[in-house]
């Protein structure tokens, strides 16, 4: 079983007055999780219905179930209580998902009591999170979006109800414009972001959305061409008094595409970008942003342009690529929320190869000749980083299941998208 290449000191003497409590449980929380144990040496309490074994077995994660249906009021009552358990510890809440997030956002005056939030405000979020609120304070800011049609369905049950047409050429991209209503349905066929070819498609997921009780808005926005690698992302963090003090970013080399999951990428090297860094900060900035925040931009091979698709209210799921390349997140987090200090800017600005993925499946999908060539580099020089096989977890049935996980990684790939091609999906 391989491990990674490289294990970074700790950069901070152990802190047992922190307690960071991580709602969910995918390889996200897990990566907050190592992020804080890297920083600090802390335990960290995972509060979710089904965490995955790398988490429930990991030496430095206790778990707190609760039910997958939980309502605002019940996951409340969970953290107050944990809140109750500790009161000599530091809390900070974390979390991972719109649909977490949003409940941080509707609840922050009860959980402020308690916890350092490093969320944006309801307002900010509703304001600069919905992707069709994005688009407009993109434009004002001067940065490229995708163009975009605003479809609203809280009118659908309307005999006059009707859905805008589209002036922009097939194939188009459709996804929900808030990620919380639409992550709570549940009917066949799901998909995280729709690729649709022809309008006939596009006007039977109307249908398929009207059945499913959707009642929120969905966007409809022209497909920019150009494969995995031409995405970026970008992480920030804004501290409380409005200065972003953590920035970094990385090329996406290739994505998942079950459709569930679709557009998260599994494997990336980090990278300066400072235009999209400039562009981020103006757009958190300019907004009133708090808390942490994940952008997705893709680089147009037509022109050139990069096009910012959303910026998400939380960390990211693949957070902790910027721990391995020598930025780790918590650390200005804490500082800026526990210890009332001002930070100079931390920039992610080594090297390396964070994946999720074999390294020949990797390869597999990297056709552009230089590009694959840096990877291989850096996998010989001994740069690659991966998530879940951290070299401090010792329990064998953990790092078995890890093991088997990356393998299955070939399976779903091999269903989804068994060769690379010239566009993303």
């Known amino acids: 079983m391989t491990i990674d290449y490289l294990t970074r000191p700790r950069p901070l003497a152990p802190r047992q007055d922190i307690l960071p409590v991580i709602i969910g449980g995918d390889f996200g929380v897990y990566g907050i999780g190592r992020c804080f144990n890297e920083a600090f040496g802390c335990r960290c309490i995972c509060v979710g219905s089904q965490p995955t074994e790398s988490i429930t077995r990991s030496h430095f994660f206790d778990v707190r179930h609760v039910s997958a249906h939980a309502t605002d009021a019940q996951l409340l009552d969970t953290l107050m209580t944990i809140a109750g358990e500790h009161p000599d510890k530091k809390l900070v809440l974390m979390a991972n998902h719109d649909i977490f997030s949003a409940f941080v956002a509707r609840n922050m005056a009860a959980l402020s009591r308690h916890y350092a939030l490093p969320f944006p405000s309801l307002d900010v979020m509703n304001r600069l999170t919905d992707k069709a609120e994005f688009a407009r304070a993109c434009q004002r800011a001067g940065i490229d979006t995708p163009g975009t049609v605003v479809v609203d369905f809280s009118g659908v049950l309307d005999e006059a109800w009707a859905a805008p047409e589209i002036p922009f050429a097939f194939p188009v991209v459709a996804k929900a414009a808030n990620g919380e209503p639409y992550d709570v349905l549940e009917f066949e066929g799901k998909r995280k972001i729709w690729f649709i070819d022809t309008p006939d498609e596009l006007a039977q997921l109307w249908e398929t959305l009207k059945a499913a009780g959707f009642r929120d808005t969905f966007l409809v926005q022209e497909l920019i061409p150009g494969d995995n690698t031409a995405m970026r992302s970008i992480t920030a963090y804004v501290d409380s008094h409005g200065t972003v003090t953590l920035i970094g970013s990385a090329r996406v080399l290739l994505e998942d595409h079950a459709p569930t ?165």
């Open 261 to 425: 999951m679709i557009g998260n990428p599994v494997a990336m090297i980090t990278e300066d970008f400072p235009s999209l860094w400039e562009d981020a900060c103006t757009l958190l900035t300019e907004n009133g942003y708090r808390g942490f925040a994940n952008f997705d931009v893709k680089i147009d091979p037509r022109d050139g342009r990069a096009v910012f698709f959303e910026v998400n209210p939380r960390i990211g799921r693949n957070n902790w690529y910027m721990a391995a390349a020598g930025a780790n997140p918590m650390i200005p987090m804490v500082a800026d929320l526990i210890d009332g200090q001002q930070c100079e800017q931390t920039q992610a600005r080594d090297e390396i190869l964070y994946t999720m993925v074999p390294d020949s499946l990797l390869l597999h999908y990297i056709t552009d000749p230089e590009l694959r060539a840096r990877v291989t580099r850096i996998i010989r020089e001994g740069r690659r980083f991966d998530l879940l096989l951290n070299p401090t977890e010792k329990d064998l049935r953990r790092n078995l299941t890890v093991w088997l996980q990356k393998q299955n990684h070939r399976r779903k790939f091999a269903r989804y998208y068994p060769e690379p091609t010239d566009t993303s999906y």
